[in-house]
């Protein structure tokens, strides 16, 4: 019992530093942060497919244009995800949403251009990473797993949780039917993007 409540000691004081370390940020130094971040995550999805795709050519036959899936399975799906979470955003208290308020840093001060940039580079750095090489080579429960491990600032946090856990694997699935990298770019952009103009906006 003692350790099970170390460890939650542990995690919330890094929770903590971390929020405040945001908070101590200005907001261009805080996208300059998350930018180079996500850049970090692209090179290495580059690093890795060299090292675990028989061809690098491999890459094309996941990127294609196919407006159908684009629109199905890529911008109806997150338009779902975005109503759900507004839905719920209303209608449950406003501590159940709070991450320390590291969201709403990200967001709330920056500009819609701003925002459409942070949407897009998270998009594609981190499915190029996590379903363009980890699923592909070590499957959809792996890298869906490993994708909801890597926000753990929710851990302690149940309805941010199921949420990433529902969108890791529903992105996970998509991916896994339609093996194309630009659907899951699509959907992950669109979500981002529309929840952080909300956050920007919101009173």
């Not at 942060?33 to 090179?43: A, C, D, K, T, V």
């Amino acid at each position: 019992m003692a350790e099970t409540t170390n460890g939650h000691i542990v995690n919330r004081r890094m929770n903590v530093k971390q929020a405040e370390l945001i908070k101590r940020m200005t907001d261009e130094e805080l996208k300059k942060q998350l930018l180079l971040s996500q850049s970090i995550f692209f090179f290495l999805g580059i690093i890795l497919s060299y090292f675990l795709f028989d061809r690098f050519s491999d890459w094309f036959s996941m990127v294609y244009i196919d407006w159908q899936q684009i629109i199905y399975y890529g911008i109806m799906p997150a338009f779902v995800i975005v109503i759900l979470e507004i839905f719920l955003y209303r209608l449950v208290p406003a501590h159940y949403f709070d991450d320390g308020g590291i969201n709403e840093k990200v967001f709330k001060n920056q500009s819609v251009g701003n925002i459409f940039l942070i949407s897009i580079v998270v998009a594609i750095s981190e499915e190029t990473l996590f379903r363009g090489v980890i699923q592909s080579t070590f499957g959809y429960i792996f890298a869906s797993s490993l994708f909801v491990i890597m926000h753990f600032r929710y851990l302690k946090k149940p309805l941010l949780l199921t949420l990433v856990i529902l969108i890791s694997f529903l992105i996970g699935y998509i991916f896994k039917i339609t093996e194309n990298l630009l659907v899951v770019i699509t959907f992950h952009f669109t979500v981002d993007f529309l929840l952080g103009i909300f956050i920007k906006w919101n009173k």
